[in-house]
């Protein structure tokens, strides 16, 4: 006999495929906002990435932002990836909520920082007012905030970002919010959503012509930290992204820093979610390979050009903990 938790995502996990069925007959194919980023005049990008930040500085917020904005200034980055989880533990109350400023503007000032970031809402975003972190007027008091639910940051056909709206997929926090509760405004009913969310990605993917392909999520889909994987995504999300080549699957929302690869697809899977509190003590078991586990704070960065992905995991000390790279003919 299965413990009830096992027995619940189980269920789920089975029930979920025949609901969306149903609901792919009633969605309306519709593309995905799309942003232009080229590379820089070397033919090279840039990015940091960081997840589960604004803590108004505390729990190292500042200190893994202090070193962000070293690594920043030594890559030149092109703009950064937020993987979610942007204000705790409540998200924003609307866009006049302070925490903007105290959690974001006011703690990533470096220099090197002062580029596009590019952000997903999570769990914790949901549990706010998620409307306003959409909102345009946010942009107008940091103009680097640039949140949209799923969409595509193209870069001149040398790598093409999809980001996912991940957190409605997680069936639990439709049935057992708990004490929360959850910003569905736009989003309710969730299988015509996620099955939206999945033709429209799906449709971009194929689309795509880029040497790089990139998904960045909330939730992971492979993960040895406190969440562990998120059986929705495994189940739903993954199978696409195998289908159309997806090189880096990017997420936060477990408190760590974690490289794993996957056993049958080239795809590697990247948590970068350290960017506060962290050091849960959990590390569970996984099907996929663990290249790097980290439970404590920091970031990643990564390069990228037409010949060659590079990514590395930084701490709040400025370590570099963990580097992989790959050359892209290297798989032909
Ligand atoms: C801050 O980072 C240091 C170095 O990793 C760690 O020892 C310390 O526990 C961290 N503080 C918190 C509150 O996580």
């Known amino acids: 006999m299965l413990p009830p938790p096992a027995r619940s995502a189980m269920a789920a996990a089975l029930v979920a495929p025949l609901v969306l069925l149903a609901a792919a007959a009633a969605a309306v194919a519709a593309e995905l906002p799309r942003l232009e980023h080229p590379p820089k005049a070397d033919g090279s990008l840039t990015i940091l990435a960081v997840g589960d930040w604004g803590r108004r500085g505390q729990f190292n917020q500042s200190t ?53 970031w590019y952000t997903v809402l999570g769990n914790h975003d949901y549990r706010g007012d998620a409307l306003a972190q959409l909102s345009p007027v946010l942009g107008k008091v940091d103009s680097r905030w640039i949140c949209i639910k799923s969409f595509v940051v193209s870069s001149a056909g040398m790598a093409d970002f999809f980001f996912v709206d991940t957190t409605p997929f997680v069936l639990k926090y439709w049935t057992d919010p708990k004490e929360s509760k959850y910003d569905w405004r736009g989003v309710a009913p969730r299988e015509t959503y996620i099955a939206n969310v999945l033709k429209d990605l799906d449709a971009a993917l194929k689309q795509s012509t880029a040497t790089w392909k990139v998904v960045v999520g909330h939730h992971a889909i492979r993960s040895v930290s406190e969440h562990g994987d998120t059986q929705e995504l495994v189940q739903l999300l993954l199978p696409i992204l195998k289908a159309r080549g997806v090189d880096l699957y990017l997420n936060g929302h477990d408190h760590c820093l974690e490289h ?10 990247l948590t970068s979610g350290g960017g506060s509190k962290a050091w849960r003590g959990v590390r ?33 000390a400025g370590e570099v903990l963990h580097t992989w790279a790959l050359a892209k003919n290297a798989r032909l």
Not at 260 to 269: F, G, M
Not at 295 to 311: H, K, N, P, V, Y
């Open 64 to 116: 893994v932002a202090t070193q962000m904005g070293i690594v920043g200034e030594k890559m030149d980055i092109d703009f950064v990836i937020s993987t979610g989880d942007n204000f705790y533990k409540n998200g924003l109350t609307g866009v006049d909520d302070a925490a903007f400023e105290e959690s974001f503007t006011h703690i990533y000032t470096a220099s090197s920082l002062q580029k596009p």
């Open 260 to 269: 794993i690869s996957s056993r049958d697809s080239s795809i590697q899977y």
């Open 284 to 316: 569970t078991p996984n099907a996929d390979r663990v290249e790097f586990f980290y439970d404590g704070q920091g970031f990643m960065s990564l390069r990228l050009t037409a010949a060659e992905a590079r990514l590395a995991f930084h701490d709040v």
